[in-house]
């Protein structure tokens, strides 16, 4: 699928195909690197926090962080960030070729370790959702439900493919399982991508997360990444070369606006953590 069409009459160098399979290494690179970001803000900002018993920092950075007396829901705000950290550290690993190939132990533990640790953090975020006073729109917490849930239901097809033995089914499910993972992620990336096209204005968005731009985007974080790589696998599958190349041209654009919201995230959720 990578090689280059040697034929010298051709002047096209690479196939539809090929061309779709090398935008999609390009948009997982720039998202591997995007998710290695956070994962950095999370040990820093969270785990030096910690190493410091300054909790308190954390409630600045999140709503309805540490509530006294609430022992169980404390405790899944600890789990949670650890989580957090486990799955974005862990979650791009399962999709380098070069691991998957040559260190099989590993990418099956590290494959569990990934799905278990998704499953226990939506769990726990179902339980803060509808035990704590929401924020926002009472919408909004149909809409991380719905990323919880396709994460758990994704997690089980994942891990009952590898089961059978059915590969291919399985890898397709993992990749279902990593989008709606980084459903959190993309949060912070929506965010920073409309401040750039907005210049900053983000009409829609409000303090309190109840505008319809925070609305909408709180359901397409799961919907619309889940849909696009719906429409990826159809294209990859097809022998039609003019829907290859579109496709290949969405993914390119999509990893050139992943970079984008990811750069203006780090501006303003992650490296305003520390100033």
Known sequence: MTDLTMNPGNTQLYSPRQMLAHSARFWFF???????A?????????????LRGDYDAWD?????GFISGDLLGNLNILLHIVFAFVITASGPIQFIP???NRFRTFHRWNGRIYASSAVLISIGALYLTWTR???GAPILDIGISLNAVAIISFAV????SAMKRNFRSH???TLRLFLAVSGVWYMRLGFG???FLTGGQMPGSTQMLDGPFDISLNFAITLVPLALLELYFRAIDSKNGLAQSLMSAVVCVLAVATAIGSFMAAQIFWLSSFS
């Open 38 to 50: 956070f994962v950095i803000y999370i040990a820093a900002f969270y785990g030096g926090s910690a």
């Open 193 to 195: 991508l409309y401040a």
């Open 98 to 100: 070069a691991v998957r």
């Open 171 to 173: 890898h397709r499910w």
């Open 133 to 135: 006073n929401g924020i």
């Open 60 to 64: 600045g950075r999140m709503f309805n």
């Open 30 to 36: 720039i998202t591997a690197m995007g998710q290695m």
């Open 157 to 160: 097809l994942s891990a009952r």
